[in-house]
């Protein structure tokens, strides 16, 4: 099969809507006695002719057909139509109608046709009921579902099933698990539907125990289970990993549904047996059955999830070949299944063939260029989004502002911020924390702190946030004094909150206090200690020069030490050169992770560090026979909404003349102040000068020059790197900040650095 871009550039078409009878009025705003005798001829004519059905019975099969037919806007015209000429509005009409408000989330008027139904009785019907129930669990309104469902003087089994789904649909799994241990002890039998909703609740939980229990009493208690029941287990099954269960129970169907060849595919994929998973596909084609729009898309989007480009490449062919409808949907999970795969191109060809894009698919194509590190196109399509009517949302402002945080954008962040107050996007605490780790990742701690102080609704989310903000900045104390604040409050810590602890006492060199955060962790809230918890005391202890209590914690987990671990221990035998401990911990990465050079460029740096320069060469020469390249070093800069990237020895800037010229008096004036340049940061074996003069060239200089040009006098300069800040430019960084009196704040791989009038908020210690 083909992967040519041509076939998937074919325009995307937009399926025309089922158009409607033409005597139907546009308002239904003054319908005439010719008009309604019109309808009812072609309700007659269309659909039956039983002079027996009332003109009301008709009415609700028009309404019923329009919404199975996807065009719930025109069921709910007639609705109002009838509504306005005082049709009598039955039992029957009502759950039709509220089914077309579901499918278009109109929850206002949902609540309308509930107070009617109150006032005239209706509500007393319990089909009725489970309708609004229904209804508003569509409409995301679990609340009222739940207030009507405890208000209902009589409940069937269909009424607890709604609830059940309604709790599954939203996530609120221990409500979901609540409801079905009161139907138990009730003694209520479930109903099939509601043993769907169950299985979908275990499957989410991926509880296994729980599902075969299920399928248990489902075998024991039905005579023959159904298609949709047994694709239920078969996607519970799948997603657990247990597909031999599942596979033994699709082939075991007699009627297999489109759910259920969709339920196998999907698994195989979920537990990336993408060989299986394509071959399944295949025999399903091969067997006559047609995927559908619902199939495909639920294929794509797990295609996404993990990854998978080829596969994914593969049914987008097959979607254009078989002139499968390109629904919205289907197109927003192309792009982002492109997006998570790095596949840029792919991924615009798809979103630049939609017409009428909504902000789903605009934050999908937004979201993909953040994640390729396209910057200036992720932040041009947020504006031409703008542009063209689009209101961003939630997920469109959380996304920008990761972006920002990750390349350090602090004013463009700004900007985002200011869209977000201006357009009235619901602040969620996601939103409010992607906002603080946006201040807080650009170096703006105070601006982080800010807007913590003023949320009321915390949660555990927003208080690691602003826990591993003050890490990042070295803010120890601050970090600590914020847990028993939480504690004050009634909020309890989790793993990730101490994970956000240990960093901040090892930036901080709190090595006390790390150690009784660790203790505390384990038996004050008998939370049990991760690697990540491990690695983060190793990292504790090196920094502070305690290399060989770190090692003696690496032999004594009680978990088998990972990359986390040894590559902690290999920076802080680095940081003090201590090549004897370097060695065993490259040994141990490199057999852990054969094809990561970062871990032979430290060891080699180590090695540079004692003067082995032989050594040195063999770790390059192993390297360069399999292929490895270092990670350049790289430096960002945002200037007037534009992020500019440096490497060491850039020559490529559009301003590379002004910056050299002010390298060159930057140099001179740090000479003035006494400076001389630490050439042990240099691990090349080449002459004092040579190492002085690439020195000056580092990518964090480059950039700090074009911000000393480029910015006004006394605002700050704020730079981001993708290593650590070196030796000599941290001294030099000092000392510029004083000479230029700017504050300067840097942000490398593991933490902040304030430098202001010659000193940096580290005190020395990073």
Known sequence: MTNSMDMMKVAVI???????????????????LEQTRQIHALMVKTHFNDANLSLSAQFNFLITSYTKNTQPHTALDIYAYLRRLDYEVDNFMVPAVLKACSFVSM????????????????????????????MYSECDSVVSARLLFDNMRERDDVSWSTMIRCYVRS?????????IRKIQTLQIRPSEVAMISMVTLFADLVDNEMGKAMHAYATRNLEKMGVRLATAF????????NLASARLLFNGLNQKSIASWTAMITGYIHCNKLEEGMKFFDRMIEERIKPNGITLLSLVVECGFLGALELGKRLHVYIVRSDIYMSLALATALVDMYGNCGVIENAKAVFDLVENKDVTIWSAMIAAYAKAHCTDQAFDLFV??????????????????????????????????TVIQRQGVEMDTILKTALLEMYAKCG????????????????????NAMMAGFGMHGCGKEALELLSKMERVGSRPNDITFIGLLHACSHAGLVEEGKLMFDKMVHEFALVPKIEHYGCMVDLLGRAGHLDEAYEIIKNMPIRANAIIWSALLATCKLHRNAVLGEIAARQLVHLEPQNCGYNVSISNIYAMENRWNDVAGVRKAMKSKGMRKEPGLSCIEVNGYVHEFIMGDRTHPEIKKINVMVSDMGNKLKEEGYRADTSAVLKNIDEEEKETALNYHSEKLAMAFGLISTAPGTPIRIVKNMRVCNDCHTATKLLSKIYQRVIIVRDRKRFHHFRDGTCSCGDYW
């Open 14 to 32: 937009q399926k025309p809507p089922l158009s409607s009878p033409s005597v139907l009025p546009s308002t239904l705003l003054q319908p005439t």
């Open 107 to 134: 929850t206002q008027l949902g609540k309308e046709i509930h107070g009617f139904s109150v006032k005239s009785g209706l509500t007393e019907d319990v089909f009725v009921s489970n309708a609004l129930i229904q």
């Open 171 to 179: 996530k609120l799994h221990r409500e979901a698990l609540k409801t």
């Open 234 to 241: 078969i996607h519970m099954y799948a997603k657990s990993g």
């Open 384 to 417: 031409k989004m703008r542009d063209n009517g689009v209101t961003p949302n939630q997920v469109t402002m959380t996304t920008m502002l990761s972006l920002c945080a990750e390349v350090g954008a602090h004013d463009m962040g700004k900007w985002v911020h």
């Open 444 to 463: 703006d701690i105070d601006g982080a702190w800010k807007l913590f102080s003023e949320v009321k609704d915390r949660d555990i989310g927003m208080w």
